[in-house]
T-cell receptor, first 114, second 115 residues
Framework: GAVVSQHPSWVICKSGTSVKIECRSLDFQATTMFWYRQFPKQSLMLMATSNEGSKATYEQGVEKDKFLINHASLTLSTLTVTSAHPEDSSFYIC??????????FGPGTRLTVL | AQSVTQLDSQVPVFEEAPVELRCNYSSSVSVYLFWYVQYPNQGLQLLLKYLSGSTLVKGINGFEAEFNKSQTSFHLRKPSVHISDTAEYFCAVSDQYSSASKIIFGSGTRLSIRP
C-alpha cells in the first residue's frame, strides 16, 4: 500500500512553454502533498506544501507564479512550470501524506528545457 | 528550525563489509527522524523511521539506525552490504509539533559497494 505515482516520468520541452506534472496517491487519500526539486547529485529541496482544497504554501525563494500547484482532490496534485527556461531543468519529486507523519514519495519527473 | 548534517558525501566499502552512514541533526524541539534510499533516477524509498520508543530502529534491507538524543545523532548501519545497496542515502528530520510535518533532508551520502 501507499503508492504514489507521477506522470510523466520524463519530459523535454522548449523554452517558454509550460509543463504540467501530475502526482497521484493510488491507494490512499492524501491530505497533504509536497513538491520537491532535486538538482544533480544534490539533496531534495522542498518547494511547496499543498493541502487539498486550499492554496499551496511555498518555501522562501520559490516563485509561486512560476510553479503553480493545484491540489484538486485527495488523490491528485499538479505542478505546472510556467514559461519554462533551461534553469528550470531538474528532477521534480512529489510526496503524499495521509494521516500520521510518513511521507510516501513518487518516482520523480525529469524535466529538461531546451 | 531543524537541520540535518550528513558528514560523509561518499562512502566506499567492499561487499560484505559493515557500513555506517553518519547523520547529526539540530532542533530546538523534539523530532522524528528518517532514513531514505534513492536508487539512480528514482524517487525515495523509506528505509526506517524513529518516532518514539526504542532508540534502535530496524528497517528494510537489513538496515538499522540508533537514535542518540544526547549526541543528536541517527547513524545508519548495516552489518554486511551487498552490491545492490549501491545508492544515495538521505537522512531527514521532521518537527513533531508542526501540523505541516515538513521533512528537511540532509545533503545525502553516496554509498558505493566494491566487489
Amino acid at each position: 500500500g501507499a503508492v504514489v505515482s507521477q506522470h510523466p516520468s520524463w519530459v523535454i520541452c522548449k523554452s517558454g512553454t509550460s509543463v504540467k506534472i501530475e502526482c497521484r496517491s493510488l491507494d490512499f487519500q492524501a491530505t497533504t502533498m509536497f513538491w520537491y526539486r532535486q538538482f544533480p547529485k544534490q539533496s531534495l529541496m522542498l518547494m511547496a506544501t499543498s493541502n487539498e482544497g486550499s492554496k499551496a504554501t511555498y518555501e522562501q525563494g520559490v516563485e509561486k507564479d512560476k510553479f503553480l500547484i493545484n491540489h484538486a482532490s485527495l488523490t491528485l496534485s499538479t505542478l505546472t512550470v510556467t514559461s519554462a527556461h533551461p534553469e528550470d531543468s531538474s528532477f521534480y519529486i512529489c510526496s503524499a501524506r495521509r494521516t500520521g507523519t510518513t511521507q510516501y514519495f513518487g518516482p520523480g519527473t525529469r524535466l529538461t528545457v531546451l | 528550525a531543524q537541520s540535518v548534517t550528513q558528514l560523509d558525501s561518499q562512502v566506499p566499502v567492499f561487499e560484505e563489509a559493515p557500513v555506517e552512514l553518519r547523520c547529526n541533526y539540530s532542533s530546538s524541539v523534539s523530532v522524528y527522524l528518517f532514513w531514505y534510499v534513492q536508487y539512480p533516477n528514482q524517487g525515495l524509498q523509506l528505509l526506517l523511521k524513529y518516532l518514539s520508543g526504542s532508540t534502535l530502529v530496524k528497517g528494510i534491507n537489513g538496515f538499522e539506525a540508533e537514535f542518540n538524543k544526547s549526541q543528536t545523532s541517527f547513524h545508519l548501519r548495516k552489518p554486511s552490504v551487498h552490491i545492490s545497496d549501491t545508492a544515495e542515502y538521505f537522512c531527514a528530520v521532521s518537527d513533531q509539533y508542526s501540523s505541516a510535518s515538513k521533512i528537511i533532508f540532509g545533503s545525502g551520502t553516496r554509498l558505493s559497494i566494491r566487489p
